[in-house]
């Protein structure tokens, strides 16, 4: 099983950057799949940013240009810039084992079963003020 812990959360001013970090650990020897969620307040949860092992990364047309998904061996990181003050939310990584590329593009457009995902972390706020 493995187990995700965000951090990296925190208020920021419109036009600044934060750094979101989640650790992984656990077996995660057939997870290749990383994925960056949010959920505004009163909103549904809604995907950010993806990253499927061998198939690259992928991102909301909402934040692409501006959010950056990363991974090392133990943990991965989501560095955004330019932020908006619609960036305001919760943010959770979640990770899968054996997904297929079309789940890793269609995290990013359509909304998720969470409960198709195997782990989810507890979240991290991003607040950003206009």
């Known amino acids: 099983q493995v187990q995700l812990v965000e951090s990296g959360g925190g208020s920021v001013q419109a036009g600044g950057s934060l750094t979101l970090s989640c650790a992984i650990s656990?077996?995660?020897?057939?997870?290749?799949?990383i994925a960056w969620f949010r959920q505004p307040p009163g909103q549904g949860r809604e995907g950010v940013a993806s990253f499927c092992t061998g198939e690259g990364a992928f991102y909301a047309h909402s934040v692409e240009g501006r959010f950056t998904i990363s991974r090392d061996n133990s943990r991965v990181y989501l560095q955004m810039n330019d932020l908006k003050a619609e960036d305001t939310a919760m943010y959770y990584c979640a990770a899968k084992r054996g997904a297929l590329r079309e789940e890793c593009i269609a995290t990013v457009i359509f909304p998720i079963d969470a409960d198709a995902l195997d782990a989810w972390g507890q979240g991290t706020l991003v607040t950003v003020s206009s």
């Open positions: 656990g077996d995660t020897s057939s997870t290749n799949y």
